[in-house]
């Protein structure tokens, strides 16, 4: 039976979390708890660093200071042996569906129980298409992913992200570029796996409305750090001007609708005086 | 001034770091090889990819340089009375340098630009970094089994091209030039050591198999994830690698039988 110590704890706890790519700092003292068997959404603006916290919580980056505990190991320090052995109960669903274009659909939803079981064909076969109709694509596997659309890519990336049957899975932007209908089909797709494989799911977006509706937490960032976090009913109701201003999509706000620099007015005059010169 | 020494250092210390990622990229490749005995099937697909697919090129181009070699050494060696030595100067030419120098420009532009493309655009899709997040390490996966193969074809690719060089030699010499055909090939015979000349060439062939591979592998590894990044890294390859290929064989060259 699962240990009721775990079951409580948090799947991931993110501390003073540091990390600068070249010269822009990224992530400021970020610090967060994702909990267990929920579905988890953070949300921030463009380039606030959404994609790069999931490449940390899969250890393909590393912070420049504090610490990521992903089911109580802290993923800096594993070993490769270890660290992949964490990946594998960890799926990633990535932005473009990210599947290997020299397979079929079938061959891609394969990839990982080949790679780490060695599960007669038969049993292997059956299993592909179980994953595979639970996204409604059983009839496409034979296609090349090529042919396929963004929307049946990333439902084909799910069923893989699933193979292995893993408790966490992390989705980065997963309802950027859809039409409404293949919206429709990856919200409940995210809900429903959630639900019935009792996994945690961790999301990065900034679509606010499909977040919303999904997630049982948010958790806000901007400049590096989360500026709120709680259930999607309890952000709303207590917003800052910020949150206000990003759930509701509002141009300008704390987050100036112009790029920062000297003001219009002297921007003109300054330009007169060199005409003058 | 100042300014051009600061480029010239930054220039030298941007060189430095890329050998230094090549070099570690092919030792993690080398820790990787274990796969290519455990899962011959990958690498042999891969011989396909980069060794049959490349066997065209390889023969048209050996047919007419062993041709091209027959009609530039008859005119020479029949000044001298000795157009039955043709079978020989043909045989040396090739099974020493051409063959394996030509194969290598060759594979550079075929197979190793190829290499780079596929590798380049894996990158940009994140078909490597979905790879990692489903706990597959795609240096066993896809970088080691690439790197055998290329190494493995190359030498038998610069077998092949000698080999038909010496029918279109034989071709032009003797059908078309009229030497005779027995002399053709005893005088290739007698010239021809298999230590000093034919292994000689087995060992340029293996080195440059290893170099255009490790070179093209690597810039797909460490192409920039955009369009022109591949477009950049496609290009270096074959310039690169050409470039390590004419100066390996000067080297190697020199060492063979420079000394003697």
């Known amino acids: 039976m699962a240990d009721p110590a775990v079951e409580d704890s948090p799947h991931i706890v993110i501390e003073n979390l540091r990390f600068r790519r070249g010269r822009k700092m990224i992530f400021d003292d970020l610090s967060m708890r994702i909990p267990r068997g929920q579905v988890t959404t953070v949300m921030g603006p463009s380039g606030s660093g959404k994609t790069t916290l999931l490449r940390l919580v899969g250890g393909q980056l590393r912070p420049d200071k504090g610490r990521i505990w992903v089911d109580g190991q802290e993923v800096a320090r594993l070993s490769t042996r270890r660290l992949y052995a964490l990946r594998k109960r960890m799926g990633m669903l990535f932005q473009s569906g990210a599947l290997l274009t020299d397979l079929s659909v079938f061959e891609n939803v394969a990839f990982p129980l080949r790679e780490h079981t060695d599960l007669p064909e038969d049993v292997l076969h059956a299993l592909v298409l179980l994953k595979l109709e639970a996204v409604g694509l059983r009839a496409a596997r034979d296609l090349d992913p090529a042919t396929l659309s963004g929307g049946m890519a990333r439902r084909v990336a799910l069923a893989r992200a699933i193979a292995l049957d893993p408790d966490l899975i992390l989705y980065d932007e997963p309802f950027t570029g859809l039409d409404p209908i293949t919206m429709g089909q990856i919200v409940s797709l995210i809900r429903r796996t959630n639900q019935s494989l009792g996994l945690t799911s961790v999301l990065v977006s900034h679509d606010v409305t499909e977040a919303m509706a999904i997630s049982d937490q948010v958790v806000l960032i901007a400049d590096g750090r989360v500026v709120d976090a709680g259930p999607p009913d309890e952000l709303e109701a207590r917003a800052s001007d910020w949150s206000a201003q990003f759930l509701q999509g509002r141009p300008d706000g704390p987050v100036p609708f112009h790029y920062p620099g000297a003001s219009y007015r002297d921007d003109l005059l300054g330009q007169g005086e060199r005409r003058d010169d | ?260």
């Open chain 2, 1 to 260: 001034m100042t300014d051009s020494i600061a480029a010239l250092g930054r220039t030298t210390i941007n060189a430095l770091t890329v050998f230094g990622r090549a070099f570690i990229f092919l030792i993690r490749m080398l820790a990787s090889l274990d796969i290519v005995f455990r899962r011959f099937g990958l690498t042999l697909v891969q011989v396909y990819s980069v060794g049959v697919r490349s066997l065209l090129i390889i023969v048209v181009s050996g047919l007419f340089v062993g041709m091209v070699l027959a009609y530039q050494g008859y005119i020479t060696l029949v000044n001298f009375g000795a157009a039955e030595a043709l079978g020989g100067v043909v045989a040396l030419s090739l099974v020493r340098e051409l063959g394996p120098v030509v194969t290598a420009l060759l594979f550079a532009g075929r197979a190793g630009s190829a290499l780079t493309a596929e590798l380049g655009l894996m990158k940009t899709t994140e078909q490597l970094s979905a790879m990692e997040m489903m706990a597959v390490n795609p240096y066993r996966r896809i970088f080691a089994p690439r790197f055998v193969a290329g190494f493995l074809s190359m030498p038998l690719l610069a077998a092949i091209f000698s080999a038909v060089g010496v029918m279109g030699g034989y071709l032009v010499g003797v059908g078309l030039l009229g030497v005779d055909s027995g002399a053709y090939f005893s005088q290739m015979q007698s010239v021809t050591d298999w230590n000093e000349d034919v292994l000689s060439g087995v060992i340029k062939s293996i080195v440059f198999g290893f170099v255009v591979t490790w070179i093209a592998v690597f810039q797909g590894f460490n192409a920039q994830p955009t369009s022109e990044g591949i477009s950049r890294a496609t290009t270096q390859t074959v310039v690169v690698s050409s470039l390590a290929v004419l100066g390996l064989d000067f080297i190697l060259t020199g060492l063979m039988f420079g000394a003697g």
